[in-house]
């Protein structure tokens, strides 16, 4: 029997985590600022990282980095959480058609990703995240600010000043999905935080849109797994 294995991905404003135990997954997530959560073993935790490191050791033999994954046409420099996302979708991801996939990470960044259905990575897009484009709006204008509730406003147009930050933010989000996005030739995958919020903007038919909040945390779990022949 596999015993519990801990996952950490350190992201830019948030920690995820991971504990796997008897072949079910737990997904959970803190600030940077907040204590390890309990029962956490710092020794044997798995991990990768696309953001600044929190105060505590974390051991460098236990990291997963973009490197050590299997998947074709993968730059270095591609950031882990991405190639994370695409092994977990085409380990998970039923493609009967072969089609490619495309996954929609809404983050602090909302990083769009394509590969086809032999896992080759084709490129991909990066766009300033949700809560990075009302908090730039804050910062860099004197009346903006970000609003207290996060809500997807009715009105395509709106005289109130909170609606119509978030109607346009959420559209050049969206807008960009909705234009890179072939339902006849793609998958759409979406994850990340803000992901089961924003996909209920997109206007898109059919069925090849899938949202799975943890991808990337499924991916760590998976590869580790197949990295140690436990799958």
Request: proline share 4%.
């Amino acid at each position: 029997m596999i015993s519990d294995i801990d996952f950490l991905l350190v992201g830019n404003s948030r920690l995820h985590w991971a504990i796997y135990s008897k072949n079910k997954s737990k997904f959970f997530h803190t600030k940077k600022e907040d204590k390890i959560p309990e029962n956490i073993d710092l020794d044997k935790l798995i991990w990768s990282s696309v953001g600044k490191l929190p105060n505590f050791l974390l051991k460098e033999e236990n990291e997963i980095k973009t490197k050590d994954i299997q998947l074709a046409n993968l730059p270095d420099f591609f950031g882990v959480d991405r190639a994370l996302a695409c092994f977990a979708s085409l380990n998970t991801i039923e493609n009967p058609y072969k089609k490619d996939l495309i996954i929609a990470d809404f983050g602090t960044i909302l990083s769009i990703t394509k590969l086809n259905s032999n896992g080759s990575i084709l490129g991909g897009q990066l766009i300033p995240g949700f809560l990075t484009q009302l908090k730039s709006m804050e910062q860099n204008t004197k009346n903006l600010k970000v609003p207290k509730k996060y809500y997807i406003p009715n009105k395509d147009f709106s005289l109130n000043t909170e609606e119509a930050s978030l109607k346009g933010v959420i559209n050049s989000l969206t807008g960009v999905i909705n234009s890179s996005f072939n339902p006849l030739k793609d998958i759409l995958i979406t994850c990340g935080g803000d992901s089961q919020f924003l996909t209920k903007s997109l206007k898109i038919k059919g069925k090849n849109i899938i949202n799975a909040p943890n991808l990337v945390m499924e991916g760590m779990i998976i590869h580790h797994l197949a990295m140690k022949k436990l799958l």
